[in-house]
Structure formats: C-alpha cells, structure tokens
C-alpha cells in the first residue's frame, strides 16, 4: 500500500476498528414448496431379423408415444428425442461373424407442467410394447419464485441476527460492508404433498381393458439457500 492509499480515509480495512467494529453472519432459508415440472424419461426399443423391419417397428412405436405425449395439448412444455441407435447383434457361435439380430433404441423426455395429466399418461406409455419409462422426476424451472424468496429471506435472516448481535452490545449496526452468496440449491425431496394430483382423461384412443390411471402425488420441494454478510457497528459502550 502506498503512501497515499493509507491516508486515504476510504481505503479499505479487512478487519473492524473500536471506531467501527464490524460483525459478521450467515444467514439461511429452507423453504418447502411444490413441484412445477414433472418430467419423463421413454425409451422406445425395437427387435428384427433385418436392419429394416427393425427400423420400421422403430418407428411405428416412436411415432405412437410421441402421439400419445402430444395428445396432452398444452400440459406438455417440452417433447425432446435425446438419442437413437440401431445395433447388430453378433452370433456367438460358428466360423464367421453372422447378424443375429438388430436393436433400435429411441430415447424421449417429455416435460408436463398439468400433473392431473400425469398418471393416466404414464399409465397408457408403461402399457406400451417394449416401452421403458422412467419417472416421474419433479423438480423446479431455473426461474422459479421460490429461489428468489429464498434468497431473499436468508438476506433478511442476516440482517435480523446481525441487528441482534449489535443490540445485545447496546448499539445498532451502521452500514452493510459485504454480503456473499454462498450457493442456492434444490436438495433432494423428501416428503409428498398433502394433496393428491389426480388424473383427468385426455384425448386417446383407449380400449376399454386398458390399465387403470396411476394416482401420482408431486414430492414437495427443498429449496435452500445461504449468505455470508459482514456489517459495521457504531461503537458500543463497554
């Protein structure tokens, strides 16, 4: 630090003075709330003899789910095909390499924001021929409320426990010296929602033995987050 730095009044100080003792806090928020998204995972696979009549029956069934997906009109806010293979099965036995078979493999995430649309769905893909689903996964938009009021309460936490400090040394806090966010997180879920999300038909063609709705219940989600502050105090009286 120069000559000119150090008479500089402004100039910063890393620790607090008997002038202006600093205090410094964490504060934190756990908030609880319901999901806004529900995705699924489908993977649509398919057997032949031949390259082609697998890629067909690939095809066909593709087509089926991602009609059955669409049929859900605005519920669905996103209908993504993540990846597509088609792989030859090798004999095990004889001289020379001979296809035994083929398999293809189509994989599909489709994300619902209407969760009354949820079980019935699930129930119609996982009733589906050589159909895979995996989910439902809940979970929070990037932009959700809840972070934001996270943030916010654990900003008023820290105000609140610095002001408590200062108090209990019969003085208040006079200005705001950092404040540091130290992550914001959605933490696995831990509890279901009271309600239960219950299905509601959609347009499909459905026989009249088809499987029974499954009576999904959105899990409740833990979003936390955390902030370091440092204030400065007026001087107390010891």
Same mark, same amino acid.
């Given at each position: ?21 600093? &205090? ?5 928020? +756990?908030? =609880? ?10 993977? /649509? ?8 009549? $697998? ?20 519920? &669905? ?42 079980? =019935?769905?699930?129930? +119609? ?10 989910? @439902? ?48 997180? /959605? ?18 063609? $459905? ?19 955390? /902030? ?6 007026? @001087?107390?009286?010891?």
């Amino acid at each position: 630090m120069t000559a000119s730095e150090s008479d500089d009044p402004r100039a910063f100080v890393p620790y607090g003075t008997p002038d202006a003792p600093r &205090v410094a806090v964490r504060g934190e928020a +756990h908030l =609880e709330v319901d999901p806004e998204i529900a995705r699924l995972g489908i993977t /649509v696979t398919a057997r032949g003899r031949d390259r082609r009549s $697998a890629l067909d029956d690939l095809t066909r069934r593709n087509t089926t789910v991602l009609d059955l997906v669409k049929s859900c009109g605005e519920a &669905v806010e996103r209908l993504e095909t993540g990846a597509f293979s088609i792989t030859p099965e090798l004999t095990r036995h004889g001289r020379g390499e001979r296809v035994r078979t083929y398999h293809g493999a189509v994989r599909i995430t489709a994300e619902l924001t209407d969760f009354t649309l949820l079980g =019935e769905l699930t129930t +119609h893909l996982a009733d589906l021929d050589l159909t895979h689903v995996d989910g @439902p996964r809940w979970d929070l938009r990037p932009d959700s409320p809840a972070h934001r009021e996270a943030r916010r309460q654990a900003v008023r936490e820290a105000v609140q426990r610095a002001r408590e400090y200062a108090e209990a040394l019969g003085t208040t806090l006079a200005a705001l010296v950092e404040l540091a966010d130290i992550g914001a997180e /959605v933490s696995s879920p831990h509890q279901a929602a009271p309600g239960r999300m219950r299905s509601a038909a959609y347009a499909v063609a $459905a026989e009249t033995d088809a499987a029974a709705p499954l009576d999904l219940e959105p899990e409740r989600q833990h979003v936390y987050a955390a /902030v370091h502050a440092r204030f400065t105090m007026n @001087p107390p009286a010891l």
